[in-house]
């Protein structure tokens, strides 16, 4: 038996590590969010006083910081019986019509968590979507316009249905995957594929880039690959195929050095540098002389783990003093690490 008409509940997820300050953030940011349960490390169940519809509005025009995905929970069924656990999700469906839209295309997402089952997030998809489709509505699992978002524990499961737009992310849990190309250099590379991704930005053919904290090159690989001339700066050495790479310049010295060092502008500029996050902003800050008019930036915050919120928000303000903030979030490829881009006061995107 399920417990519909819970439009007041959602499920917000994070890094494990920054679960609190991502329900802080959600609660600060909107009043009327209480905790009811931890579902799972980085996976909180809240109460919304002023419901979905409400907080997705909400975080749409103030996108959260360290909180990764979030989605309604409109139904909430108990899982006691695993053999029965299928059919009751499937039932559960029927509570959904009230939120679907069968013009919009749809996708399916589901997380497991906790205890061994006969079934995986595929059977569940693929079940659910069946009954889908066959209410007349058009499948896309890669860029849905609305989601059914199911989240199993080992008792309860929970199911909720929302416009992709208003879930932070397309991907379940906001865990982004990318798959690993022959010729990939490092993982960081999925970083910046990810926050170009979710910051709706795309990478110019051609133009100058400027890679700080370059090495071994992941991020540099990117950028040639849509035909950027790279100026990689690193005193670490670069992977051996640069060096064969005339369009790639290594420029063994720090980032503070090179940039003190250089009036060339850059189209884009790009910093993954392990060190301390105001270090890493005010470099940013730094070679906003450097950036050619229409150019973007964008930056890894490496962050302390006892304080990531207030490390997160110091170096946002030191770089608002420079620029506007394009995004900035804690993605599912980050570690202890916030992804910022910006651009110059004033520029139309």
């Keep these: 038996m399920s417990d519909t008409d819970q439009n007041n509940h959602a499920i917000i997820t ?12 959600v609660q600060g940011s909107l009043p009327g969010v209480e905790l009811l349960d931890w579902l799972a490390p980085g996976i909180s169940l809240v109460e919304l006083s002023t419901g979905w519809n409400s907080l997705a509005s909400h975080l749409r025009l103030h996108p959260p910081v360290f909180s990764r995905h979030i989605c309604p929970a409109q139904v909430r069924i108990p899982l006691n019986r695993l053999d029965t656990d299928l059919s009751e999700l499937a039932q559960a469906c029927d509570q959904l019509v009230n939120y679907l839209d069968p013009t919009r295309t749809l996708s399916v997402q589901t997380r497991i968590m906790g205890g061994d089952r006969p079934y995986g997030n595929y059977d569940v998809n693929m079940l659910l979507s069946d009954i889908f ?16 978002s199911v989240v199993l524990t080992h008792e309860v499961g929970f199911l909720g249905l929302s416009r992709s737009a208003d879930n932070l992310s397309d991907w379940a849990g906001g865990a982004r995957r990318f798959k690993r190309e022959d010729d990939q250099v490092s993982r960081a590379e ?5 926050a170009l991704d979710v910051f709706g930005m795309s990478l110019p053919s051609g133009g100058n880039a400027l890679d700080l904290g370059a090495a071994p090159g992941g991020w540099t690989r990117i950028l040639r690959n ?40 850059y189209d884009v500029i790009v910093n993954d540098m392990r060190m301390d996050s105001a270090y890493s902003a005010r470099a940013i800050v730094a070679a906003g002389r450097n950036l050619a ?4 930036a964008l930056l890894t915050l490496e962050l302390p783990s006892g304080a990531m919120g207030y490390a997160a928000e110091d170096a946002l303000e030191i770089l608002r003093d420079r620029y506007e903030i394009i995004g900035a979030r804690q993605l599912f490829h980050n570690r ?14």
């Design 14 to 25: 994070s890094s494990p590590a920054a679960d609190i300050i991502a329900l802080k953030e």
């Design 133 to 148: 489709v066959k209410r007349g509505v058009q499948l896309d699992v890669r860029r849905p316009e609305q989601v059914v």
């Design 190 to 194: 999925f970083k910046l594929l990810e």
């Design 293 to 296: 008019k229409g150019g973007w």
């Design 336 to 349: 202890n690490e916030v992804t910022v881009a910006v651009e110059s006061f004033g520029k139309q995107r």
């Design 226 to 265: 849509h035909g950027m001339t790279v100026t990689a700066v690193d005193p670490a050495d670069m992977d051996i195929r640069f060096t064969r790479d005339s369009d790639v310049r290594h420029i063994r010295n720090t980032a503070q050095n090179h940039l003190r060092s250089t009036s060339e502008k």
